[in-house]
């Protein structure tokens, strides 16, 4: 494991110890901007600001970008893109699902990634040209190619309600796949691509902090990531589809044949 793992996988198991010592209990939570969806506690920062002590001790000439504290430039060919607690409005109601995920890039491209589940004690990592790995084990992407057959999953990005955005197509996999799930973690969601636990997964909106770990995850496990366009994966493109490959171009076709957001409101009935 490189030094860059290596301080990595440190770096999250120390913010999944904030994670567990918080779980559960009252939390001061706040809002970021006027949306009353996107949550911020003090799990959030507290976690990023110790990600970042322990990475830039290590690596004090590289770019970080975290989702709390935003970009600090040093103009380095080296981005640490960090979520320090993925899945916060399940972290605010108890419900079990949430992580940390940490991606280093090297001239925008991901080399190193880990993304850590503290609460099951689950560790997945990759390194470029490396492999991918839970607790140290090696995973692959599953070998589903029929729809039918594949479990998938999806997230609603925080502007929703402005949007609408993905209720069209919720329906459409919801109505074809074996099962659909919405779970509230993106980089969790993409870890489990990458181990074969699911067999997709896109969303709309999503940010490069929530993707920059779970892309090199899927990989290093044999799967594939492009945007909902069928462009090659942009990290700053916020939107994403990540699939075993095996799904990639039945999922795609799917996504790419347009917004029936109109049939889709005539038939549900859903006022602006
Ligand atoms: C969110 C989660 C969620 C996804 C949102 C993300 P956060 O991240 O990953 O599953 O649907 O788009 O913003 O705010 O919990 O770090
Ligand atoms: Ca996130
Ligand atoms: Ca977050």
């Given amino acids: 494991m490189s030094l860059f793992l290596k301080t990595a996988v440190q770096a999250a198991k120390a913010a999944g110890t904030i994670h567990q010592k918080f779980y559960g209990k009252t939390?001061?939570?706040?809002?970021k901007g006027r949306n009353s969806l996107n949550l911020v506690t003090q799990v959030?920062?507290?976690?990023?600001?110790?990600?970042?002590?322990?990475?830039?001790?290590q690596f004090p000439t590289h770019d970080f970008l975290g989702e709390e504290s935003g970009l600090q430039e040093n103009n380095s060919v080296y981005t640490w893109v960090i979520d320090p607690l993925d899945g916060t409005t399940n972290f605010a109601h108890a419900y079990p699902f949430f992580c940390v995920s940490i991606a280093l890039l090297h001239h925008g491209q991901p080399i190193a990634a880990v993304i850590y589940d503290a609460l099951r004690d689950e560790c997945f990592t990759a390194e470029k040209g490396k492999g991918a790995f839970l607790n140290g084990k090696r995973i692959h992407v599953s070998k589903i190619s029929q729809l039918g057959k594949s479990l998938l999953c999806t997230g609603f990005a925080y502007m929703v309600r402005e949007t609408n955005y993905n209720l069209d197509n919720f329906a459409k996999f919801v109505l074809t796949s074996q099962g659909v799930r919405r779970d509230g973690s993106a980089a969790m969601n993409l870890a489990y691509v990458a181990a074969g636990r699911l067999d997709g997964f896109w969303e709309r909106g999503i940010q490069a902090w929530d993707m920059a770990a779970g892309v090199l995850l899927?990989?290093?496990?044999?799967?594939?990531?492009?945007?909902?366009?069928?462009?090659?994966?942009?990290?700053?493109?916020?939107n994403t589809l990540a699939t075993?490959?095996?799904?990639?171009?039945?999922?795609?076709?799917?996504?790419?044949?347009?917004?029936?957001?109109?049939?889709w409101l005539k038939r549900y009935g859903k006022k602006k």
């Fill in 44 to 57: 959030d920062k507290l976690s990023e600001k110790k990600i970042l002590s322990i990475l830039q001790k």
């Fill in 27 to 31: 939390l001061n939570i706040q809002f």
């Fill in 218 to 238: 899927i990989w290093e496990a044999g799967g594939k990531v492009t945007d909902m366009t069928g462009s090659p994966y942009d990290l700053f493109a916020q």
């Fill in 244 to 263: 075993n490959g095996k799904l990639h171009s039945v999922l795609f076709k799917i996504l790419s044949k347009g917004s029936d957001e109109k049939n």
